[in-house]
């Protein structure tokens, strides 16, 4: 799986919005991106997931950029259960492999 | 609906002895996976289920570890003559094994083990 950059940390105030940046510059063209998130003493749960255009589910959004290079979640509202470290993870859409994470962005949340 | 279990939730063991972890999978999920996440390291591949096929074992650390899964279902990871860097949490995944693109995996919230 291709390698991804995020950064080791971002804080945000509760209530607004938080853009969570991730660099794929080497991302293949049928890599899919996916985010998963680990709460404190939890285990990781999926966020969210997209290929080429902009998703949104019921946690967060996703905006990829034009050349795949890049993506950023977004939380519209970030409350203080969304505190939890951000992983970035590049996919291929076949065969069943192992998530391969990386040290992912830690967000905190300030009341 | 249940989720991933796992137990025991801690363990506490001294070096040199065998501990067995426990995972119960999301019921009708053919994929399960083990990590292991140490202290302010991240989530490390330990091992890989899929249906019937041989298990992808590329991501043990030593031939201490091994895992079986046992009917499909619930699956154990054995560490043997446990040394202190073993000292992690265990955590375990399942998925239905569909195509990677769309396979979330759901994960127990962990084993944390301490080698004293």
């Known amino acids: 799986d291709a390698k991804t950059t995020q950064p080791n940390s971002m804080e945000s105030n509760e209530e607004e919005p938080v853009h969570l940046p991730c660099n794929h510059s080497t991302i293949s063209g049928t890599d899919y991106i996916h985010w998963y998130r680990q709460l404190p003493s939890q285990g990781p749960e999926y966020v969210i997931h997209?290929?080429?255009s902009n998703v949104n589910n019921r946690m967060a959004s996703l905006a990829i950029a034009e050349d795949r290079k890049s993506s950023t979640l977004i939380l519209h509202r970030a409350t203080l259960r969304d505190a939890a470290v951000y992983y970035c993870?590049?996919?291929?859409?076949?065969?069943?492999?192992?998530?391969?994470f990386g040290k992912g962005t830690r967000l905190s949340v300030i009341a | 609906g249940a989720g991933v279990s796992q137990s025991p939730s801690n363990k506490v063991t001294e070096k040199g002895k065998d501990v067995e972890l426990r995972c119960d999978p999301i019921?009708?999920?053919?994929?399960l996976y083990w990590y292991r996440q140490s202290l302010g390291q991240g989530l490390e591949f330990l091992i890989y289920?899929?249906?019937?096929?041989?298990?992808?074992k590329s991501g043990l650390p030593s031939d201490r570890f091994s895992a079986e899964r046992t009917g499909g279902s619930v699956s154990t990871l054995t560490i043997q003559r446990t040394q202190q860097e073993d000292s992690a949490v265990y955590l375990c995944?399942?998925?239905?094994?569909?195509?990677?693109?769309?396979?979330?995996?759901?994960f127990g919230p962990g084993t944390r083990l301490t080698v004293l």
């Open positions: 019921s009708g999920h053919t994929a």
């Open positions: 997209g290929l080429t």
């Open positions: 289920f899929q249906g019937n096929s041989a298990p992808d």
């Open positions: 995944a399942s998925s239905q094994g569909g195509p990677r693109h769309t396979d979330t995996q759901y």
């Open positions: 993870i590049l996919r291929l859409p076949y065969g069943n492999t192992p998530l391969v």
